[in-house]
């Protein structure tokens, strides 16, 4: 029940007033500026729980399709445990590279990790309401959660925060579906 709260303060907190959020994780004074805290008790749980209301939304209709279920959640939870990898690689290897920037290792993993769970939560309100197609629109205030992060957390100089903004949203917005993608083909 704690982690339950834990995941609601920090989405809301992410969401309505992002930059106060990346103030406050940027001390790294506080537990839930360390990696490894982020990812046991808000990062993996959100996983599950998002993993679980797709498996029961997608096998749930006329009938209890369970191969869909599985098909459905399996390709999610790969999908978004292998999208923070991937997200990192990508940006490292574009933004770094092509920039020069030097990343900390602990603050790119946490703001990978706390935009990507910005992410999951949008595909659980979309998965939800599939009629409200506005819904899906909603993971572009991604963008702005990338821009206040980007000069306040990361440090980035304000000269170069919409090209590192532009980059870490795409990197970080296709990292699970490129995923998903291969998932589904391979899964046919």
């Keep these: 029940m704690q982690q339950l709260k834990y995941i609601i303060k920090y989405?809301?907190?992410?969401?309505?007033?992002?930059?106060?959020t990346w103030k406050y994780l940027k001390d790294g004074d506080v537990d839930e500026s360390k990696?490894?805290?982020?990812?046991?008790?808000y990062y993996l749980p959100l996983m599950g729980?998002?993993?679980?209301?797709i498996f029961l939304k997608t096998g749930w209709g006329d009938t209890f399709d369970i191969e869909t279920a599985i098909k459905a959640a399996t390709s999610f939870a790969a999908a978004f445990f292998i999208a923070p990898i991937l997200?990192?690689?990508?940006?490292?290897?574009t933004y770094g590279k092509v920039m020069n920037f030097e990343f900390d290792n602990e603050k790119l993993n946490l703001f990978i990790g706390y935009s990507l769970s910005f992410l999951m939560l949008v595909r659980m309100?979309?998965?939800s309401f599939p009629h409200i197609r506005f819904l899906t629109f909603?993971?572009?205030?991604?963008?702005?959660?990338?821009?206040?992060?980007a000069e306040v957390y990361i440090g980035i100089g304000e000269k170069e925060r919409w090209k590192f903004t532009v980059?870490?949203?795409?990197?970080?917005?296709l990292s699970p579906i490129i995923i998903e993608k291969l998932m589904s083909m391979m899964m046919h």
């Design 11 to 20: 989405l809301l907190s992410l969401i309505n007033d992002p930059e106060q």
């Design 35 to 41: 990696h490894e805290y982020m990812q046991n008790n």
């Design 49 to 53: 729980v998002v993993t679980l209301f």
């Design 87 to 93: 997200a990192n690689v990508l940006m490292r290897q």
């Design 125 to 127: 309100f979309s998965a």
């Design 138 to 149: 909603c993971s572009f205030y991604l963008f702005y959660i990338i821009w206040c992060a």
């Design 167 to 173: 980059a870490a949203f795409f990197e970080i917005w």
